[in-house]
């Protein structure tokens, strides 16, 4: 669909629900956040999945959208989510619309409005804003700069281009707090942050000369510092950045970097996960340094 279908489609629908990913990251919450608020404003009623993977950073801007219980709807919308794979947990049933910007995206919805040459979903979703409202409010330009920023690592990452700035200028002349997001996503790390990240970057792994940088999460750091995982890619040198981290039940969550010529989501997809060419997860039904040498494997073999 483009941007006007994708509109009109959305006007025709009523008792909305948007369904961010697994693990949400900046991308997916402030997406799905700022479209909830569009909405609402058409007059529609629309909420947020309750994803149990909210964290207390971004409680503060979901305050008000996400869905009561009892909430019944009639039409799901996924938001910044290629893969069936990456549902939220408790989350079944068919979606009508996905708005994504994956290239491995599965098309697993019934509409979808794709876009893979953008960097991040919040730019989709800002352009969709304007053909619903035709304007954009104070507090949605907050949570598509949040989309737009954590998506390129505060403009750092390979996949920053000048649409990317563009809109991201766009959003500050529409009133993003640009300030605080920096502060709350970029400049302020909590303490059980920092004492997990010294146990990741005291324990990497080098490989190849440096040039494969392996982190490993287990659950016994995450007790002993209190956090989530972090992911490496601070070496330098290193041109392909792995965290394995250890879920309860004994199986990996991994997450991919790359620096460009090498693609993360071919890796990835060995093992049925995707993502882009420069940043992708999967799944490994095996524990962590299990799952490590499975990766070296396909990678020994994917990346010369």
């Known amino acids: 669909m483009n941007y006007r279908e994708c509109a009109r489609l959305l006007r025709e629908q009523d008792q909305l629900l948007l369904i961010t990913h697994r693990e949400p990251d900046g991308d997916t919450v402030g997406s799905a956040a700022a479209l909830c608020c ?69 098309h697993y919805a019934e509409h979808e409005l794709l876009h893979p040459e953008k960097s991040a ?15 954009v409010t104070e ?26 700035l563009s809109a991201a200028s766009e959003l ?24 997990l990240e010294g146990l990741i970057y005291s ?30 890619g601070r070496a330098e040198g290193s041109t392909l950045n792995l965290t394995i981290r250890e879920q309860p039940d004994g199986a990996s969550r991994v997450s991919v970097r790359s620096n460009p010529g090498v693609n993360s989501c071919a890796i990835c997809a060995a093992f049925g996960g995707g993502g882009h060419e420069m940043a992708a997860g999967c799944n490994i039904s095996a524990p962590p340094e299990k799952a490590l040498a499975m990766l070296l494997d396909v990678i020994g073999e994917l990346v010369p």
């Not at 979903?121 to 304007?135: A, R, S, T």
């Not at 949605?140 to 000048?162: K, P, S």
């Open 172 to 195: 500050l002349r529409l009133g993003a707090k640009q300030h605080e997001v920096s502060q709350v996503f970029f400049r302020k790390v909590s303490p059980s942050r920092l004492r």
């Open 38 to 106: 569009a909405l609402r404003r058409i007059g529609k009623s629309a909420w947020l999945y309750p994803n149990p993977g909210f964290t207390r950073k971004v409680a503060p801007y979901l305050e008000g959208l996400v869905a009561p219980e009892g909430f019944r709807e009639s039409c799901r919308v996924t938001i910044d989510l290629a893969d069936e794979k990456l549902y939220p947990p408790g989350f079944a049933g068919d979606v009508l619309l996905c708005i994504d910007h994956h290239g491995s995206n599965t």
């Open 121 to 135: 979903c919040g730019q989709i979703v800002l352009e969709l804003i304007k053909c619903l409202c035709g304007d």
């Open 139 to 164: 507090r949605e330009a907050t949570l598509l700069y949040i989309a737009v920023t954590t998506d390129t690592g505060c403009f750092q990452y390979a996949n920053t281009d000048c649409h990317t």
């Open 203 to 232: 324990n990497l792994r080098f490989y190849r000369s440096g040039q494969i940088v392996a982190a490993v999460v287990t659950q016994d750091m995450l007790r002993e510092s209190g956090a989530r995982a972090s992911l490496s």
